[in-house]
């Protein structure tokens, strides 16, 4: 009789404890997977409430360009997220901005401050293009040395959409207006390009370094977006 008891006892302890497993293993998926999708509710909140209304009514026409969008092929969501952004948002330094020498900012503060440099145009772009669904595979954000005449070069940087991953480049840049090949932008030298998967320098086909461990401001900016609903 005791061993018997033992035996149920057993049975159930090992039966509690495969479901408190998969009950944890359940809330752990759903977690990844809440992190995966974004919460723009949460993001137009926050712009509301850190910036005002004229932010919020920026973040609800971002989420309109994104739900009009989706269905669209991916050269006309390129086309339409880069006009967005080259229209709405104004160029300014970052001292001007955020009183720092190099800040990147995530799409909400980019769009509530309504200004940014060339880094806060790019990783709006990337971020937008990926919700788009649009994946890594196809953008890599470009760090380049752009330099007209005579001019000294200055560091700025793009974003670049391979329509395949071993095509020619289209560049979207803040300078100018319209999306165009790689190139026809002889005024940018590449320098070293990234995602979220891998950075590349110059013109390099594999990457060679982990972008989060090696770009801090990357690995920063990333951090800041996730709080912010995205």
Request: contains cysteine.
């Amino acid at each position: 009789m005791p061993k018997l008891f033992d035996t149920r006892l057993t049975t159930a302890v090992r039966g509690l404890w495969f479901g408190a497993c998969a009950l944890v293993l359940g809330l752990a998926l759903a977690w990844v997977a809440s992190l995966a999708e974004p919460n723009l509710d949460k993001t137009q909140a926050l712009a509301l409430q850190r910036y005002g209304e004229r932010a919020a009514q920026t973040i609800a026409a971002w989420r309109q360009l994104i739900e009009e969008s989706r269905a669209l092929p991916d050269s006309e969501k390129v086309n339409k997220v880069n006009t967005f952004f080259n229209r709405r948002i104004l160029f300014k330094s970052d001292m001007e901005v955020y009183h720092e020498e190099d800040y990147w900012a995530t799409p909400l503060e980019f769009m509530g401050n309504g200004a940014g440099d060339c880094e806060d145009f790019a990783i709006s772009k990337y971020m937008t293009l990926q919700m788009l669904g649009i994946g890594n595979e196809h953008l890599r954000l470009v760090y380049v040395r752009y330099k007209v005449g005579s001019t000294t070069p200055i560091a700025h940087m793009v974003l670049g959409y391979y329509p395949q991953p071993t095509e020619e480049p289209l560049i979207l840049d803040n300078l100018i207006s319209s999306v165009r090949p790689a190139s026809m932008r002889t005024d940018l030298s590449p320098v070293f390009s990234f995602n979220g998967d891998g950075l590349w320098v110059g013109g390099a086909t594999t990457s060679s370094a982990d972008p989060t461990a090696r770009l801090s401001r990357w690995r920063d900016v990333l951090v800041r977006m996730r709080q912010e609903g995205l």
